[in-house]
């Protein structure tokens, strides 16, 4: 509590009406020293020609007994009354860092109601605005002393971390506030300060249950024959396309990438089970995804291409691998690609890596996560990787995960796993008659799969050619217009960005 940590908000978040940066010294006197903090008095009046633990008895009230017996109660004594001082500090600590807290809180209008969960380099909370709204916000708190060294604390190892609460609210008031998405796809910035020990990032609070809890009570209505797979894979496709769109948008139009799609953070919301009257189950058609959490997001400065090369990889090209070249092999378009190995490179693949000099998204940032095995493979690696394809082979995962209720595989080595060795081998029926979960995919889901789960990163989709796939033809023929204009709009917004903005953002 006493530590001074040299971290504080930068100018171009100060400028947020909601920012500012507040110090304990506000609540206290200049010179005051929290009582916590002040030397013990019985540690100072010890002298050195006395017994320290029979000083500690007479202390507290205990009479030194004489005999054999005075040696086993003087250490009695010292142990509880350690045991007890001890206690009593932490108590007095954990309450002076608790009203410290909630008279900063206070001063921006927030009153904290209950944790949430823990991350990194914290914890996550749900508050409420002092205001008569009431209004619930979800509010991240990273300790000072761990975002200033970049490591992370669990029993009692330390352990290097990758992220930036600071470039985080940055680049999120960058995304939906200077920016509109083009659906309410992501939780909102609404602000950010500091205390003395603590950097808090406050956002829009989601009501609703994470994707992995969601996913779970499915499988547990279809195991239980209350609700039909046909149903499941509807929803399923509807909730990837959600999440696909948003992808989408952040690639293309705003060269960010998230790099921590998962389960857990992206919220359900309206996700509720309705009986119907032959007692079966559905999801409400009003559910929709909102991404929460983004302690690895990045935007990349992107340089401007030729007109002739922006033609040619625009999005929605009629160059897309999704695209045939005559309306008679369209069957055979998505036969193609459901077949294709990891072996066999499409024709507009280059041989070299991706990530090169050339490569505006190349990054080398390394994520932490409680299941690393499922990061894309050059990731997991510590490799350098391209940022958009990280996040594509985190959708293949999640729409294996969502589709079949369990993770594709539990470890990359082959040896180890079987189903790892058919990924890499692009054995996706293999995969699903292994795990007894053929019914709940079909053709069009497992040629997406093949493009989206590719261990050779040079042959994985981008985002604009997810939403081109046959999977996703309903989707994209009723929202391509809508698409395209917003991405116009961001693009043109995205010109106007400020100096400060563009060195404070990007990743290179």
Not at 360 to 375: M, P
Not at 416 to 433: S, V
Request: charged letters at 30%; proline letters at 4%; hydrophobic letters at 35%.
């Amino acid at each position: 509590v006493s530590s001074q940590t040299n971290v504080s908000l930068p100018n171009s978040l100060l400028r947020f009406s909601t920012i500012d940066s507040y110090s304990v010294k506000e609540e206290s006197s200049a010179n005051r020293t929290p009582p916590i903090l002040r030397q013990p008095t019985i540690a100072s009046s010890v002298s050195s020609d006395r017994c320290p633990i029979r000083h500690i008895t007479q202390v507290h009230g205990r009479q030194p007994q004489h005999g054999a017996e005075e040696k086993q109660t003087d250490l009695a004594c010292l142990d509880s009354n350690a045991s007890a001082q001890s206690s009593s500090t932490v108590l007095d600590i954990l309450s002076y860092s608790d009203k410290v807290e909630e008279r900063c809180l206070q001063k921006y209008g927030y009153r904290r109601v209950r944790t949430t969960s823990r991350h990194l380099q914290g914890e996550i909370f749900e508050a409420v605005s002092l205001d008569d709204t009431n209004t619930k916000v979800r509010i991240k708190k990273v300790d000072k002393k761990l975002h200033s060294k970049r490591i992370s604390i669990k029993e009692d190892m330390h352990f290097v971390v990758d992220t930036d609460i600071i470039r985080e609210g940055l680049i999120l008031h960058h995304l939906t506030v200077k920016n509109q998405p083009p659906y309410a796809y992501l939780a909102r910035f609404i602000g950010m300060f500091e205390s003395q020990d603590a950097i808090y990032l406050v956002t829009e609070h989601v009501d609703g249950v994470s994707l992995q809890e969601f996913m779970q009570r499915a499988h547990l209505l279809i195991l239980q024959k209350k609700m039909s797979i046909k149903h499941w894979k509807q929803i399923v496709k509807f909730v990837m396309w959600q999440i696909c769109t948003i992808v989408y948008w952040l690639h293309n139009d705003m060269n960010c990438c998230h790099l921590d799609l998962n389960l857990n953070t992206i919220m359900v919301q309206n996700a509720d089970f309705i009986q119907k009257e032959d007692q079966h189950f559905e999801v409400d058609g009003k559910i929709q995804i909102k991404i929460v959490d983004f302690c690895y997001l990045e935007a990349f400065r992107v340089k401007e291409k030729d007109q002739d090369e922006s033609d040619v990889n625009s999005p929605f090209s009629p160059l897309s691998p999704w695209t045939p070249s005559d309306k008679e092999h369209g069957a055979f378009s998505v036969v193609r690609y459901a077949r294709q190995s990891a072996d066999e490179p499409d024709d507009d693949d280059d041989d070299d890596n991706d990530c090169n000099d050339d490569n505006d998204f190349a990054c080398s940032k390394r994520i932490s996560t409680e299941k690393d095995y499922l990061l894309a493979p050059r990731v997991y690696a510590e490799d350098t990787y391209d940022a958009r394809k990280a996040d594509v082979w985190a959708i293949g995962v999640l729409l294996l995960q969502l589709a079949t209720g369990c993770d594709p595989y539990h470890s990359v080595n082959a040896d180890e796993d079987e189903n790892w060795q058919r990924i890499q081998q692009q054995q996706f029926e293999q995969l699903m008659a292994a795990r007894q979960r053929s019914r709940y995919v079909n053709p069009k889901m497992l040629a997406l799969l093949r493009r989206l789960l590719n261990v050779r990163e040079e042959s994985r989709i981008c985002a604009w050619q997810i939403l081109q796939c046959p999977w996703f033809e309903p989707y994209f023929n009723r929202h391509r217009s809508q698409i395209e204009k917003h991405s116009v709009m961001c693009k043109a917004r995205k010109k106007k960005m400020n100096a400060d903005d563009e060195q404070l953002l990007y990743y290179n």
